[in-house]
């Protein structure tokens, strides 16, 4: 851990710092609170062990102020032997521990691997709150694929190693999920794994949300802040739709994956981040490359291994063991007991195009779920997606006009291809003429 001591007499500060490199931490010394201050907003500091007697300042007036400030990391205060008082007050007022002095090493050693050992469960507490937020059926990583259970086993070799991994796939078909299984097969499992999310940021706030920034360092940098980057030291950095980072954010994102080495916005001190980096584009890369939009050294760099998911029509082998996992978790949040899918409806489901890939699956099968009843799922329980074919059957020789004609056709192969630019060339024009037809035709 990074740890501040903080105490006004030099023997203690210089013989606690010096235990606390000896126990593997890394030790910041400040004589008075100001300095302090000024530790806090340079480095990552992960706890604070504060003295209460500062020269004339009072150390529970000082906790008093990083309480009001807001999030701080957790102090642990050195009181003497004959101030219990002190230190019931200091843990009222929002102290994590108290150590009396003088203290032994031992002491000191017990006390930091439970403050550790708390940091690290309330970190795991946040990602397993995301998880579970964003409710998940259980993810299954195995296949019946080829494809597939090649991608999976390399994925599960590699994520032993500290090798950077580029997983290239169509929205929707699980690289998020393969990341976080990737993360939590590695060394690094106990550290965070943090996620940016690269479009939805300007070129100016995704630098920021990287690497932090100094206050008034730029309009709105109202305070000093610490990037995900350090956020995620120790640990692993997923960056999500790499081929969105902006060319002049690259040689920043290249130098951290070569030397592990950045700068805050706004700051010319060069800092050091132990991260491994995992990446995933529904980009063609080496296209970008090839257009000079994304980096070469910065492609290789992150590319030591690519992995690729495979699209869910790619995968028809998977599909109804992936859809019965979505019909249990459904069917058990809905208090429905066992729900079974029809033939009819695994039928359906298997001929479906799926171009939102494991995503549309999961959405279908939940709004399915929700508004039929019974305990058995049909085809006639799904959305009107899967109906196109039967109902109001649309075909050559109708009694219908050109138009009406051409946007069931449209309809009928977008649903069944997995992709616009597929669409698009089963119709045998370009993806803008059939972007401009669809929208003519009231189609998307
Ligand atoms: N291995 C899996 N088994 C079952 N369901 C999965 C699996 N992986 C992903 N999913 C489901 O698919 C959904 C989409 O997954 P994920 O967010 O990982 O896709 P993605 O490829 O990262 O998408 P995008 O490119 O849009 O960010 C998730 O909500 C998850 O429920």
Same mark, same amino acid.
């Given at each position: 851990?990074?740890?501040?001591?903080?105490?006004?007499?030099?023997?203690?500060?210089?013989?606690?710092?010096?235990?606390?490199?000896?126990?593997?931490?890394?030790? %910041?010394?400040?004589?008075?609170?100001?300095?302090?201050?000024?530790?806090?907003?340079?480095?990552?500091?992960?706890?604070?062990?504060?003295?209460?007697?500062?020269?004339?300042?009072?150390?529970?007036?000082?906790?008093?102020?990083?309480?009001?400030?807001?999030?701080?990391?957790?102090?642990?205060?050195?009181?003497?032997?004959? !101030?219990?008082?002190?230190?019931?007050?200091?843990? =009222?007022?929002?102290?994590?521990?108290?150590?009396? =002095?003088?203290?032994?090493?031992?002491?000191?050693?017990?006390?930091?691997?439970?403050? #550790?050992?708390?940091?690290?469960?309330?970190?795991?507490?946040?990602?397993?709150?995301?998880?579970?937020?964003?409710?998940?059926?259980?993810?299954?990583?195995?296949?019946?694929?080829?494809?597939?259970? #090649?991608? %999976?086993?390399?994925?599960?070799?590699?994520?032993?190693? #500290?090798?950077?991994?580029?997983?290239?796939?169509?929205?929707?078909?699980?690289?998020?999920?393969?990341?976080?299984?990737?993360?939590?097969?590695?060394?690094?499992?106990? =550290?965070?794994?943090?996620?940016?999310?690269?479009? !939805?940021? !300007?070129?100016?706030?995704?630098?920021?949300?990287?690497?932090?920034?100094?206050?008034?360092?730029?309009?709105?940098?109202?305070?000093?802040?610490?990037?995900?980057?350090?956020?995620?030291?120790?640990?692993?950095?997923?960056?999500?739709?790499?081929?969105?980072?902006?060319?002049?954010?690259?040689? =920043?994102?290249?130098?951290?994956?070569?030397?592990?080495?950045?700068?805050?916005?706004?700051? $010319?001190?060069?800092?050091?981040?132990?991260?491994?980096?995992?990446?995933?584009?529904?980009?063609?890369?080496?296209?970008?490359?090839?257009?000079? $939009?994304?980096?070469?050294?910065?492609?290789?760099?992150?590319?030591?291994?690519?992995?690729?998911?495979?699209?869910?029509?790619?995968?028809?082998?998977?599909?109804?063991?992936?859809?019965?996992?979505?019909?249990?978790?459904?069917?058990?949040?809905?208090?429905?007991?066992?729900?079974?899918?029809?033939?009819?409806?695994?039928?359906?489901?298997?001929?479906?195009?799926?171009?939102?890939?494991?995503? #549309?699956?999961?959405?279908?099968?939940?709004? !399915?779920?929700?508004?039929?009843?019974?305990?058995?799922?049909?085809?006639?329980?799904?959305?009107?997606? %899967?109906?196109?074919?039967?109902?109001?059957?649309?075909?050559?020789?109708?009694?219908?006009?050109?138009?009406?004609?051409?946007?069931?056709?449209?309809?009928?192969?977008?649903?069944? $291809?997995?992709?616009?630019?597929?669409?698009?060339?089963?119709?045998?024009?370009?993806?803008?003429?059939?972007?401009?037809?669809?929208?003519?035709?009231?189609?998307?």
């Amino acid at each position: 851990m990074n740890i501040l001591v903080v105490d006004d007499e030099q023997n203690i500060l210089r013989t606690t710092c010096i235990a606390l490199k000896t126990m593997g931490h890394q030790a %910041f010394q400040a004589s008075s609170s100001r300095q302090a201050e000024r530790v806090l907003n340079e480095e990552p500091i992960d706890a604070i062990i504060l003295d209460m007697m500062l020269g004339n300042e009072n150390g529970l007036d000082y906790l008093d102020k990083l309480e009001a400030e807001g999030e701080h990391p957790p102090v642990v205060v050195f009181t003497a032997h004959s !101030s219990i008082e002190t230190a019931v007050q200091s843990m =009222k007022r929002g102290a994590y521990d108290y150590i009396q =002095k003088p203290f032994i090493p031992e002491d000191l050693r017990q006390l930091l691997a439970k403050l #550790e050992k708390s940091l690290a469960d309330s970190g795991k507490l946040k990602e397993l709150k995301g998880i579970i937020e964003s409710s998940n059926p259980t993810l299954q990583f195995e296949s019946n694929e080829p494809e597939m259970q #090649e991608t %999976f086993r390399i994925a599960t070799k590699a994520a032993a190693s #500290e090798a950077n991994i580029l997983i290239l796939g169509s929205s929707g078909t699980g690289k998020t999920m393969l990341a976080r299984h990737v993360h939590a097969n590695s060394q690094r499992r106990d =550290k965070p794994f943090v996620t940016v999310n690269c479009p !939805s940021l !300007s070129k100016e706030l995704l630098e920021s949300e990287l690497f932090g920034h100094i206050k008034g360092s730029f309009t709105g940098a109202t305070k000093d802040t610490w990037g995900k980057v350090s956020a995620a030291d120790g640990g692993t950095l997923f960056l999500d739709e790499i081929g969105e980072v902006a060319l002049e954010i690259q040689p =920043k994102l290249l130098r951290l994956l070569q030397d592990r080495e950045f700068e805050r916005v706004g700051e $010319t001190r060069t800092r050091k981040a132990n991260v491994r980096v995992l990446a995933a584009t529904n980009r063609d890369l080496s296209k970008e490359v090839e257009a000079g $939009t994304f980096r070469e050294d910065l492609f290789y760099r992150l590319n030591v291994i690519g992995l690729q998911m495979p699209s869910l029509r790619e995968r028809p082998g998977d599909i109804l063991s992936i859809t019965q996992r979505y019909v249990d978790f459904f069917a058990a949040q809905l208090g429905r007991g066992r729900v079974v899918l029809a033939e009819d409806a695994q039928q359906a489901i298997v001929d479906y195009a799926w171009p939102g890939n494991l995503r #549309e699956l999961k959405n279908v099968i939940e709004r !399915s779920l929700i508004l039929s009843e019974g305990q058995e799922l049909t085809k006639a329980d799904l959305p009107v997606e %899967f109906h196109a074919e039967s109902e109001g059957r649309i075909t050559t020789g109708s009694l219908i006009s050109l138009e009406e004609l051409e946007a069931a056709h449209i309809k009928r192969v977008v649903a069944k $291809t997995a992709s616009l630019d597929e669409a698009s060339n089963v119709l045998g024009i370009d993806p803008a003429t059939l972007y401009r037809k669809r929208k003519k035709l009231g189609l998307c």
